[in-house]
């Protein structure tokens, strides 16, 4: 006898292989839609940075939307006493953090003439000096007398690109400028100690604060 065939002379059989097929191709997709899409790591800050100057973690608010590597670029053998100028800087895909450090017999300029010259001043305790916002940085004159020189200082110039103004990102580099008075506020202190300034435990905890000078600079 032949085998039981359906109402229409087609085997049961080829209808539940087909509908096990298409179960079988919707899981797939299902589970095909749903597994995590690989993504570039965002980019790891190693613990220390700059010669082991600084701490890797205070760069993270500067570097929160990179992903991949930092670059570091080390110029003059930073941060061994500023004679020569020493440089670092740091850099992601889209952000870049810098340091210029130079040593001063005195000051170049006042409190009350950088107030006069500038549109923002900072100052931090007996440090103090001005913001160059279209190039985003703080410049900070900071006292460190030795006994053989007891009016020098050392000038420290920090910049990020977060913290750039354009007419397009007023606000933007508004915000990076306040992160960047953080990490000036950092830079000073590290320095005085990493230097062997007197007074470097007159430097402040928090950040430089930021004022409205007179001028255009």
């Known amino acids: 006898m032949g085998a039981v065939r359906g109402k229409f002379g087609r085997r049961p059989g080829k209808y539940v292989v087909l509908a096990i097929a298409v179960v ?3 899981a797939a997709s299902v589970v095909w839609w749903q597994w995590p899409v690989d993504e570039e790591e965002k980019l790891a800050l190693p613990s220390r940075v700059c010669r082991g100057t600084f701490s890797g973690s205070v760069f ?3 570097f929160e939307e990179d992903e991949g590597k930092l670059r570091t670029k080390v110029d003059r053998e930073f941060p061994e006493y500023p ?3 020493p440089v670092c800087e740091l850099s992601g895909d889209t952000s870049r953090v810098s340091f210029r450090i130079e040593e001063l017999l005195a000051a170049r300029e006042s409190r009350k003439e950088m107030k006069a010259s500038h549109r923002q001043v900072a100052e931090l305790g007996p440090a103090y000096g001005a913001t160059w916002q279209y190039g985003g940085t703080i410049g900070l004159y900071m006292p460190c007398p030795s006994s053989e020189n007891s009016r020098a200082h050392i000038y420290m110039n920090v910049g990020s690109s977060a913290a750039k103004m354009r007419e397009t990102n007023v606000k933007a580099a ?3 400028m306040r992160k960047l008075a953080h990490l000036t506020s950092y830079t000073a202190r590290t320095l005085a100690h990493k230097y062997q300034c007197k007074g470097a435990d007159e430097l402040p905890d928090g950040p430089v ?3 409205a000078g007179d001028g255009k600079l």
């Open 83 to 85: 004679a020569e100028f």
């Open 24 to 26: 079988v191709l919707i």
């Open 174 to 176: 508004n915000k990076g």
């Open 209 to 211: 604060q930021l004022r």
């Open 60 to 62: 993270k608010p500067f």
